[in-house]
């Protein structure tokens, strides 16, 4: 299977990048590093990266920033960072993506455990997982050609084992699932 993974370099990344291409073909995209340059906030981008790699077969998203701070610290532009990098990239990657993906392809995209768990300090992204979530409930029953779309929602990385993260992603991509929050390790 043809992947790509955008985000490659990022904390997940590096843990699904070589799992991963034990069994399938990686292509890396990321703001700053990998094989190609996306940026996640600029619709344009995401065409043009789509235009450039041939043949996907699964798009994994495990990059977006958002902004950490409690209540009263935020304003729009704060929460605006979130919104246009995880919640709307990860949304237009599927938007777009699906006019390029392989029939019968998949995107799996990654929200948090802060949209069902939210603490202190973290409103700006229980917002952004939750809208990922409600995104991929939603759109997952219209998209046509056979693709699918899942979200990976995982704890704090450093608290989840490895095996957990890498399954929970490789069930995405390699399962006939669809409309599915795979929670891992709440």
């Known amino acids: ?6 985000g490659a370099k990022g904390e997940i990344g590096k843990i699904l990048h070589p799992a991963l291409a034990k069994k399938h073909e990686i292509i890396s995209a990321g703001r700053n590093s990998g094989d190609f340059r996306i940026d996640l906030s600029d619709s344009n981008s995401i065409e043009n990266l789509f235009k450039e790699i041939k043949n ?34 990860q949304i237009n990657l599927v938007l777009i993506g699906q006019k390029y993906l392989n029939e019968n392809g998949s995107f799996t995209l990654t929200s948090g455990k802060m949209a069902d768990k939210p603490v202190k300090n973290n409103i700006g992204k229980a917002i952004v997982n939750g809208g990922i979530n409600s995104f991929v409930l939603a759109a997952s029953l ?21 095996e957990d993260l890498v399954n929970a992603y490789t069930k995405s991509i390699e399962e006939s699932i669809n409309g599915e929050i795979i929670k891992v390790n709440y």
Not at 142 to 162: F, M, Q, T, Y
């Open 1 to 6: 299977m043809k992947i790509l993974l955008i």
């Open 142 to 162: 219209e998209l046509e050609r056979g693709i699918r779309l899942n979200a990976i929602s995982p704890a704090k990385v450093s608290d989840i084992p490895i």
């Open 56 to 89: 996907i077969d699964a798009c994994i998203c495990v990059a977006g920033d958002c902004y950490t701070g409690d209540l009263h610290s935020l304003d729009e532009k704060k929460i605006n960072i979130g919104i246009q990098n995880k919640l709307l990239g």
